[in-house]
């Protein structure tokens, strides 16, 4: 009797062990996360519209991509994992294949990353992207795009206009590609932003100044700053 009733005791005990692991592990599994890595060059959703992330600082914590990938606020990754909010954004890309030079093209989005999803600011062909002021668009300077549906693809700026430029001789793109990171690469070996990957007129490839759309989105920041601060008594 008392083999039986050990037995009994044994069968027991495991049995209440297996059922306390079968209601521990869904709830384990609900709150792991993956390891996500925000970096320009990645791919990014905002409910159903795919879209290239442009550039991250490090230091501010803030994305960009392009400001018709905007939707409804939520931003994610290839997998569906969150890495951010959208902000801020500006988009007045007109309708159509053709377009007036003399036209002011404006189209960025201000993302601002969760503080927990760890960033860089490498490209996905490990150059470091960076920003200078002096770096600015011309005619003929070599450049290159980063997209996720067509990957790096490089040439020359073909014109410059009125905050946007056109690409030309290998630089392609496809849906998808928008808000992706434009560089070129300096004779010091260094890799400079100088645009956002916007649309395709006609046959040229285009994307708008680096320097006039960061200058717009950190106006539009001081100007929603100031309408909630506090009113001097």
Request: aromatic residues 6%; contains cysteine.
């Amino acid at each position: 009797m008392s083999d039986r009733s050990g037995t009994r005791g044994l069968q027991l005990l495991l049995a209440l062990i297996a059922s306390a692991v079968a209601l521990l592990m869904p709830a384990a599994s609900a709150h792991a996360q993956p390891n996500v890595l925000v970096f320009p060059g990645m791919e990014i959703h905002q409910d159903s519209v795919l879209c290239t992330l442009g550039y991250v600082d490090p230091q501010t914590r803030i994305a960009y991509t392009a400001g018709h990938c905007r939707a409804s606020g939520t931003v994610t990754d290839k997998f569906g994992n969150v890495i951010g909010t959208q902000g801020s954004f500006r988009d007045n890309t007109p309708d159509g294949t053709t377009v007036d030079t003399n036209h002011q093209i404006t189209d960025w989005e201000v993302i601002h990353l969760l503080p927990e999803v760890p960033v860089n600011n490498v490209l996905p062909g490990g150059r470091v992207l960076v920003t200078d002021p002096a770096v600015l668009p011309t005619a003929g300077m070599p450049v290159c795009h980063f997209g996720v549906v067509t990957g790096e693809s490089c040439g020359t700026v073909e014109a410059v206009n009125n905050g946007w430029f056109t690409m030309a001789n290998g630089v392609v793109s496809r849906k998808g590609d928008s808000g992706g990171p434009v560089y070129t690469l300096t004779p010091d070996g260094r890799t400079v932003l100088i645009g956002i990957f916007n649309s395709t007129w006609g046959t040229f490839p285009a994307a708008v100044s680096w320097q006039v759309a960061s200058q717009q989105a950190h106006e539009d920041t001081i100007s929603a700053a100031s309408a909630v601060a506090p009113a001097a008594s």
